[in-house]
Nanobody, 121 residues
Framework: QVQLVESGGGLVQAGDSVRLSCAASGRTFNSYNMGWFRQAPGKEREFVAAIRWTDSSSTAYADFVEGRFTISRDNAKNTVYLQLNSLKPEDTAVYYC?????????????WGQGTQVTVSS
């Protein structure tokens, strides 16, 4: 089973950028499609971005991303990244990574502790 540890969040201003990392342990990491999700206060967790394990150039994003975020992975380092650019206050949330089913974007397996991103206006 894959274990996940997210990092890289923090307090930033609107328009800033931040890079999140998700370090995975487990020899089967490279077999999973991976995704980023987020949960804002008082809201349900939502899908942000996904990347295939077979082709790291194959990615998908939620509509609200609007070209501002980029997901990538380094299978040699067992790490998935999420580059967040042009951040908005509404991007404030705890960001999580997880394995997911590509067709449905539904996550499965264990969650990490998440990393908080707070965007001030």
């Amino acid at each position: 089973q894959v274990q996940l540890v997210e990092s890289g969040g923090g307090l930033v201003q609107a328009g800033d950028s931040v890079r999140l990392s998700c370090a995975a342990s487990g020899r089967t990491f490279n077999s999973y499609n991976m995704g980023w999700f987020r949960q804002a206060p008082g809201k349900e967790r939502e899908f942000v971005a996904a990347i295939r394990w077979t082709d790291s150039s194959s990615t998908a994003y939620a509509d609200f991303v609007e070209g501002r975020f980029t997901i990538s992975r380094d299978n040699a380092k067992n790490t998935v990244y999420l580059q967040l650019n042009s951040l908005k206050p509404e991007d404030t949330a705890v960001y999580y990574c997880a394995a997911l089913h590509w067709s449905t974007r539904e996550p499965f397996g264990a969650w990490g502790q998440g990393t908080q991103v707070t965007v001030s206006s």
